[in-house]
């Protein structure tokens, strides 16, 4: 025993059960829990025998806070749910409350949402394979990955004002249309990412030192999977080949042509490259909408959500009240309930609305693909090393924003 | 969801436990605290409802029984949605536990529990999970104001 012991902040489910069982912490301030969680863990020698895994660390009572202000004002708020592919729960948040409002968005938005969509996938896939090499001593890797990364984020930020947290989504439409020369520098990021991913498939895909870490690492079984409710890449790494974009498409994805791929064992080397490839079928995809983006508004012709013309506020009294109105008491949602769900990067984001009729929902639940996660990631843990806890952590891509809220 | 899934829906769960309807494609069913554990066995061992996605609560004050939970469940095989919600009072609000069903009870109805206070029968492990040892009240129940403020922590010294 030590000398002194600082108390646990939290109630771990278990103690060492017999001799030579070591109970440690891992975490919640550590760089490999990509953000703050913490993993308390029963080990025998190297091994770890239990995990019980806490989060909550980044709490910041988002739900309560957005039974207080209008629909519109949430928009900004669910941007920081996963930040790392902020534009998606911009777009499923909108098109919850569009279900609500029984508003169908412009051909031109649609194209564009899902373009972006798509964009956002491939950043965050970037940011989550980086990430997991990096840990595994990877460097290079990272620094490509990570550059490609960021041509991403500064063509976003060209389009909607912000790297990371864009609020470019707004309820019937978008916030503004694509400037001159955007689609120009996309087709040039592309075929840069596809040099880059070039060179990460030559230093990853045979690589020694990352087969031995990663393959038979972290195995989640189809059934575990399912059980647990786990949905995305994580779920498809074990075979299970769902998405949502194919079983129940929604915004354009029903008319592209793209595939969903799987993985045979779900270890971790599965779930590395289910995401390589879920990139290049993003990139595909993001081809096809460029060639079919049809022109027209962004916008639907609808005053209940979206704010009449800078002009037109300035020079009538009926747009200048439309505008107050909207600003001041937010759009007047119908009352009703709603769960739309959106393939996010990391599985099935959903958004459950209720409204009674007014400004603000009277509840807003979001089911996040993170939360989830954490709740099945014991099983891909235990039985393992207590070295592989940082790559299989890393490969499930637990977004603290989105996990805690 | 096909209509025959629908229909031997409606046929087989509707009528015996309580309101059903569809809306914007999910299967919506209003039912008695007593009758989920039978309800959803059924969703998931006859109409493939594998998926337990999303367990939350709804609070309204001032209604009896006040507060409504609320399941989703997602079908991999035939990719159809249902919707269950049941009513429990303030006095007793206990559900049975789905977690003998759904691996992915645990950690929601932990949420659920410390963020609406329901109970839920047979899950063993309801410690907090997003908020921490000690914190006071249910945060997401109307009656709790945006404002409270909760009772400092001590501060952890060594050996204490």
């Keep these: 025993m030590p000398e002194f012991e600082l108390p646990n902040p939290v109630r771990p489910a278990f103690g060492a059960e017999r001799d030579g069982e070591v109970v440690v912490n891992i975490g919640p301030s550590h760089p490999a829990t990509h953000g703050t969680i913490q993993v308390i863990a029963a080990l025998d020698g190297e091994k770890v025998r239990r995990v019980d895994v806490h989060c909550g660390y980044l709490h910041r009572g988002f739900e309560k806070e957005c039974e207080d202000h209008t629909w519109t004002n949430l928009i900004p708020y669910v941007d920081r749910l996963n930040y790392c592919s902020g534009l998606i729960n911009d777009f499923a948040y909108c098109e919850a409350v569009e279900t609500l409002m029984g508003i169908e968005i412009t051909p031109r938005c649609k194209y564009l949402r899902t373009l972006l969509s798509e964009y956002s996938r491939i950043a965050d896939h970037l940011t989550c394979i980086a990430a997991s090499l990096m840990e595994l001593g990877a460097m290079t890797a990272f620094l490509y990955l990570v550059m490609i990364r960021d041509y991403v984020y500064e063509h976003l930020a060209a389009l909607t004002g912000a790297r990371v947290t864009y609020t470019y989504g707004r309820i019937g439409g978008l916030a503004r249309d694509l400037p001159d020369g955007w689609l120009t520098r996309l087709d040039e990021i592309l075929i840069q990412y596809e040099d880059f991913i070039g060179r990460i498939h030559g230093l990853m895909d045979r690589n020694r030192i990352f087969i031995d870490r990663t393959r038979n690492v972290g195995v989640i079984t189809p059934e575990d999977a399912v059980s647990y409710g786990f949905t995305g890449p994580i779920l498809r790494s074990a075979g299970v080949p769902r998405d949502l974009r194919k079983d129940v498409p929604y915004l354009a994805y029903a008319e592209l042509d793209f595939e969903v791929p799987v993985g045979i064992n779900g270890d971790n080397y599965d779930r590395y490259y289910v995401r390589m490839r879920e990139m290049d079928e993003s990139i595909r995809m993001i081809r096809q909408l460029m060639d079919r983006l049809p022109p027209g508004p962004i916008n639907v012709d609808d005053r209940r959500c979206v704010l009449p013309e800078k002009q037109l506020v300035y020079s009538e009294i009926e747009s200048l009240i439309n505008h107050f109105k909207l600003i001041m008491e937010g759009p007047q949602v119908p009352a009703g309930e709603v769960y739309t769900a959106h393939e996010a990067p990391n599985g099935e984001l959903g958004f459950y609305l209720v409204s009674t009729g007014g400004g603000s929902p009277y509840k807003m639940h979001v089911r996040s693909p993170s939360f989830v996660h954490m709740g099945g990631v014991h099983r891909m843990l235990e039985g393992y090393q207590l070295a592989d806890v940082v790559p299989t952590f890393g490969s499930v891509n637990m977004i603290g924003g989105e996990c805690d809220r | ?160």
Excluded at chain 2, 11 to 32: H, K
Excluded at chain 2, 84 to 113: N, Q, W
Excluded at chain 2, 143 to 159: A, H, I, M, N, S
């Design chain 2, 1 to 160: 969801m096909t209509a025959p899934t629908l229909d031997l829906l409606r046929q087989r769960l509707g009528s015996a436990a309580g309101d059903a309807t569809f809306a914007g494609g999910t299967f919506v069913l209003v039912i008695d605290p007593a009758a989920l554990p039978g309800v959803v066995t059924q969703l998931k061992t006859e109409f493939g409802f594998d998926l337990l996605l999303d367990v939350t609560a709804v609070d309204w004050p001032g209604q009896a029984p006040r507060f409504e939970v609320v399941y989703h469940f997602y079908s991999t095989s035939h990719f159809g949605r249902a919707r269950i919600k049941t009513r429990v009072p303030e006095a007793g609000p206990v559900v049975d536990s789905l977690t003998s069903l759904y691996g992915s009870a645990h950690f929601m109805e932990r949420e659920c529990h410390e963020m609406y206070g329901i109970d839920f029968r047979g899950n063993k492990d309801l410690r907090p999970i997003l908020l921490y040892e000690g914190f006071v009240g249910h945060p997401l129940r109307k009656d709790y104001p945006k404002t409270q403020e909760q009772p400092l922590v001590p501060y952890r010294t060594e050996g204490a």
